[in-house]
């Protein structure tokens, strides 16, 4: 057994680490850099030789350098200009890194805000939300902030549209300043309407400009923007009832009389009755129709004749062959908060309608009531004409149906394959509180059914830890060959077991030979195990970065570029 000090003189000293830093290369080099970054510590040593890396011909020594140099924020100021460089480096990992390091480097000068507001509009979505998230960071004034945000917001690209819109957002009342000035510029004021809505009764103060607005626009879609806006901060909103309610008798869009009938219900309108029973006995706009018959039982909770006719009329909205129209049927069932042993009738009578797309609305609307429905569709489980909907629905709540385990399990025993596929795939979404099926799974791993074995070992793997049970069979199967089963045993031993050490001398050569496989989602789910093991302590970096840069498909990319370097999503 080593002594302390000679454990202690394993640790690398300051000057080992420059060394490895500045003169190795490869994974000790990589090593040695994260390593400054992680203790940023004697600055004056350390700021000016990582400095004269920014410009190494590798592009991972570049991006680790300009992130080990962020960690020493206003200790490497003198870092800034060569880091801005690298915001037009030609690997985005590199311009990513440069701008996540900018915005802690503590410099707000022009020459960084106006760098970093050119790489806010980038069409790479981790190079414009690191920009937008620098600028945030560095706070240089709601101006340069607008400015950023403006230019994003006017953007070809949705992309970095959307990132801003995000940033926006995630300032919540910050923002307003900003929305309140977007409001008045014709090329921002529509997604500034989308923030607003996002942020609800967050952005009551907005309501004024919006009002006017409201008074003002004359395109649709603007219009309608402005009355989602309104409906999403709801009561806060109230004085804006009569431009609302005059937008309830459009002629020149059907849609925007419909969002102003959802608006007034929303904003709890206490003066519009009239005007929504109107709406409510149109007979040319079925969509009008079934919001003002809400908005009327939305605004008279107490009144039990509106809020049935209400549910009667929602639900066979679901019926619709418009998904506008059953998207809002089923949202505004939800809004109601009717007690669910009032809704269930109804759309239990929908979910065995002979067309399919009634069947998925119906589904969909009785997952969107929560938990609250899981003992009642459980009971189901037993009616064969039911079973169906119901496995479906409990699939749709995912880990919300945890309390329908037990019923799962008893409605597999003796179900044909294709019933025992779906309740797996159920327990699958259900996730870690599924443990208690692991035995039934396990038998599973035997049928003859390739859709049952392998939703089996999907729903193992989402179990995670709980399914120790199941590791001696998976564990067999993972050894057998170089079969898709066999990866996916591997895959879910890496959840299961990952410090078992038997399991992890199997599975590891498995995991590492799979991330060749031809097969794009093959690889996805390999990629994923790997960083399961990577949690676990232990490393295929080696491979993961080789898929990081070399991989055909993007998307595994960008997993595997995740995987090895996780603090890139931050």
């Given at each position: 057994m080593?002594?302390?000090?000679?454990?202690?003189?394993?640790?690398?000293?300051?000057?080992?680490?420059?060394?490895?830093?500045?003169?190795?290369s490869?994974?000790?080099?990589?090593?040695?850099?994260?390593?400054?970054?992680e203790?940023?510590?004697?600055?004056?040593?350390?700021?000016?030789?990582l400095?004269k890396?920014?410009d190494?011909k590798?592009?991972?020594?570049?991006w680790r350098?300009?992130?080990?140099?962020g960690?020493?924020?206003?200790?490497?100021?003198?870092?800034?200009?060569g880091?801005?460089?690298?915001?037009?480096d030609?690997?985005?990992?590199?311009?990513?890194?440069?701008?996540?390091a900018?915005?802690?480097l503590e410099?707000?000068?022009?020459?960084?805000?106006?760098?970093?507001?050119?790489?806010?509009?980038?069409?790479?979505?981790?190079?414009?939300?690191?920009?937008?998230?620098?600028?945030?960071?560095?706070?240089?004034?709601?101006?340069?902030?607008?400015?950023?945000?403006?230019?994003?917001?006017?953007?070809?690209?949705?992309?970095?549209?959307?990132?801003?819109?995000?940033?926006?957002?995630?300032?919540?009342?910050?923002?307003?300043p900003?929305?309140?000035?977007?409001?008045?510029?014709?090329e921002?004021?529509?997604?500034?309407?989308?923030?607003?809505?996002?942020?609800?009764?967050d952005a009551?103060?907005?309501?004024?400009e919006?009002?006017?607005?409201?008074?003002?626009?004359?395109?649709?879609?603007?219009?309608?923007?402005?009355?989602l806006?309104?409906?999403?901060?709801?009561?806060?909103?109230?004085?804006?009832?009569p431009?609302?309610?005059?937008?309830?008798?459009s002629s020149?869009?059907a849609?925007v009389?419909?969002?102003?009938?959802?608006?007034?219900?929303?904003?709890?309108?206490?003066?519009?009755d009239?005007?929504?029973?109107?709406?409510?006995?149109?007979?040319?706009?079925?969509?009008?129709?079934?919001?003002?018959?809400w908005?009327?039982?939305?605004?008279h909770?107490?009144?039990?004749?509106?809020?049935?006719?209400?549910?009667?009329?929602?639900t066979?909205a679901?019926k619709?062959?418009?998904?506008?129209?059953?998207?809002?049927?089923a949202?505004?069932?939800?809004?109601?908060h009717a007690?669910?042993?009032?809704?269930?009738?109804?759309?239990?009578?929908l979910?065995?309608?002979?067309?399919?797309?009634?069947q998925?609305?119906?589904?969909d609307?009785?997952?969107?009531?929560?938990?609250?429905?899981?003992?009642?569709?459980?009971?189901?489980?037993?009616?064969?004409?039911?079973?169906?909907?119901a496995i479906?629905?409990?699939k749709?709540?995912?880990?919300?149906?945890?309390?329908?385990?037990?019923?799962?399990?008893?409605?597999?025993?003796?179900?044909?394959?294709?019933?025992?596929?779906?309740?797996?795939?159920?327990?699958?979404?259900?996730?870690?509180?599924?443990?208690?099926?692991?035995?039934?799974?396990?038998?599973?791993?035997g049928?003859k059914?390739?859709?049952?074995?392998?939703?089996?070992?999907?729903?193992l793997?989402?179990?995670g830890?709980?399914?120790?049970?199941?590791?001696?069979?998976?564990l067999?199967?993972?050894?057998?060959?170089?079969?898709?089963?066999?990866?996916?045993?591997?895959?879910?031993?890496?959840?299961?077991?990952?410090?078992?050490?038997?399991?992890?001398?199997?599975?590891?050569?498995?995991?590492?030979?799979?991330?060749?496989s031809?097969?794009?989602?093959?690889?996805?789910?390999?990629v994923?195990?790997?960083?399961?093991?990577k949690?676990?302590?232990?490393?295929?970096?080696?491979?993961?970065?080789?898929?990081?840069?070399?991989?055909?498909?993007p998307?595994?990319?960008?997993?595997?570029?995740?995987?090895?370097?996780?603090?890139?999503?931050?």
């Amino acid at each position: 057994m080593l002594g302390g000090a000679q454990v202690f003189a394993t640790e690398p000293t300051l000057d080992q680490m420059l060394k490895s830093a500045t003169s190795s290369s490869g994974k000790e080099q990589y090593t040695a850099i994260d390593d400054l970054g992680e203790r940023h510590a004697h600055a004056a040593q350390v700021v000016p030789k990582l400095i004269k890396m920014l410009d190494d011909k590798d592009p991972k020594v570049r991006w680790r350098t300009a992130r080990t140099l962020g960690e020493y924020r206003g200790q490497a100021k003198e870092a800034v200009e060569g880091i801005r460089k690298l915001l037009g480096d030609k690997d985005p990992i590199v311009q990513y890194h440069a701008a996540v390091a900018l915005g802690k480097l503590e410099d707000t000068s022009d020459e960084t805000i106006e760098a970093l507001v050119k790489v806010a509009t980038s069409k790479d979505q981790r190079v414009s939300r690191a920009g937008i998230e620098a600028i945030r960071h560095l706070k240089p004034g709601p101006k340069r902030v607008a400015e950023v945000l403006g230019k994003a917001l006017k953007s070809s690209d949705p992309a970095v549209t959307v990132q801003a819109l995000e940033a926006i957002v995630a300032e919540g009342k910050k923002a307003l300043p900003f929305l309140k000035e977007a409001l008045q510029n014709p090329e921002t004021a529509y997604v500034a309407c989308a923030a607003i809505e996002q942020l609800g009764p967050d952005a009551a103060e907005t309501v004024p400009e919006l009002t006017v607005l409201v008074e003002k626009s004359k395109h649709s879609q603007m219009q309608i923007q402005l009355l989602l806006a309104l409906a999403a901060i709801g009561p806060d909103a109230a004085s804006a009832e009569p431009q609302i309610k005059s937008e309830l008798e459009s002629s020149k869009d059907a849609t925007v009389p419909v969002a102003a009938a959802y608006a007034l219900g929303s904003i709890g309108a206490k003066n519009s009755d009239a005007e929504l029973k109107k709406a409510a006995a149109t007979k040319n706009n079925e969509f009008l129709q079934m919001m003002a018959i809400w908005a009327i039982a939305k605004l008279h909770p107490d009144d039990d004749a509106a809020k049935k006719a209400a549910i009667e009329k929602l639900t066979q909205a679901l019926k619709s062959d418009k998904p506008a129209v059953r998207s809002a049927a089923a949202k505004s069932l939800q809004s109601l908060h009717a007690p669910p042993e009032e809704v269930a009738p109804y759309l239990v009578k929908l979910v065995n309608d002979p067309n399919p797309q009634v069947q998925t609305n119906a589904v969909d609307a009785i997952a969107s009531l929560g938990d609250s429905v899981v003992p009642r569709v459980s009971q189901a489980l037993s009616n064969p004409q039911l079973r169906g909907p119901a496995i479906r629905v409990l699939k749709e709540l995912g880990p919300k149906a945890s309390g329908a385990v037990d019923s799962l399990i008893a409605a597999a025993d003796k179900a044909d394959p294709k019933v025992q596929t779906d309740i797996q795939m159920t327990l699958a979404a259900i996730g870690p509180a599924a443990a208690p099926a692991t035995e039934m799974l396990v038998k599973s791993l035997g049928s003859k059914n390739a859709n049952e074995r392998e939703s089996a070992l999907l729903a193992l793997r989402k179990i995670g830890p709980g399914a120790k049970a199941a590791v001696k069979p998976l564990l067999e199967l993972a050894k057998t060959d170089d079969s898709f089963e066999s990866a996916a045993a591997a895959w879910a031993l890496a959840r299961i077991a990952p410090d078992d050490k038997e399991v992890v001398d199997a599975i590891m050569p498995k995991l590492e030979k799979t991330l060749k496989s031809a097969d794009e989602q093959e690889r996805m789910d390999d990629v994923e195990a790997l960083s399961d093991m990577k949690a676990a302590g232990h490393s295929a970096d080696a491979e993961l970065e080789k898929a990081a840069k070399d991989d055909s498909s993007p998307m595994v990319r960008a997993a595997a570029e995740e995987a090895v370097h996780p603090k890139a999503a931050e």
